[in-house]
């Protein structure tokens, strides 16, 4: 039986930041309605894995520079086709009882059901800018989340090295359309004309 945590745990956390919260001895036990009400008091991004929270580092400024450069090139784009992208903090539901908070979401069709208002059931093309704090959580974890979602593309732009991978879904796992470093220009298998700049995304202020 899933114990009431929420209320009190809100209480020790806020004004307070989030990273004074010990969570290990609650993982497991969040329900998912508890997960959605804290994360709906907070600007920290926050996933959840049936009943386990992670708390993600707060994005720096380089980060943030890369988002908005790739928001604004994807909108210019997908704008035109009809869809819609939107960046962190939304949550999208893998599954029942699993969110994530993807950098960038995008819906090749701005009234697509699965654009709900508290959180998203599902997205065309997703990004995720790899944190220098757990690389194997963009790298290696999320691929088979978003793989699990049935997620056609996902792009994971990785600062460590200046590379951009698009995955693309064949069934119910990825396979690499590119791996794209300094000098060359990046492709999407479902945005049929879309193409950067690795250079102007990694160089951008």
């Known amino acids: 039986m899933a ?5 009190p745990l809100l209480r020790m956390v806020w004004p307070n930041e989030m990273t004074e ?14 997960y959605l009400r804290l994360t709906n008091q907070t600007n920290h991004l926050i996933e959840f894995t049936d009943g386990v929270i992670e708390v993600l580092p707060m994005p720096t400024d380089s980060h943030q520079a890369i988002s908005r450069w790739l928001f604004l090139a994807l909108l210019a784009f997908v704008q035109r086709l009809g869809g819609t992208v939107y960046y962190a903090p939304l949550r999208i539901e893998v599954r029942p009882g699993k969110f994530r908070e993807p950098d960038l979401l995008l819906l090749l069709d701005s009234n697509d059901p699965r654009r709900q208002e508290a959180y998203w059931l599902g997205a065309d093309l997703v990004v995720e800018i790899v944190s220098p704090d757990k690389p194997k959580r963009d790298t290696e974890e999320k691929p088979l989340d978003y793989a699990e979602a049935q997620i056609p593309e996902y792009w994971i732009v990785n600062p460590l090295d200046e590379t951009i991978t698009v995955l693309t879904l064949d069934s119910d796992a990825y396979a690499t359309h590119g791996l794209f470093a300094r000098g060359e220009t990046a492709t999407s298998r479902l945005l049929d004309g879309f193409a950067i700049d690795v250079n102007a995304v990694f160089d951008a202020q």
């Open 3 to 7: 114990i009431d945590v929420a209320a």
């Open 21 to 34: 919260l010990d969570l290990e001895p609650l993982q497991g036990l969040w329900t998912e309605a508890q």
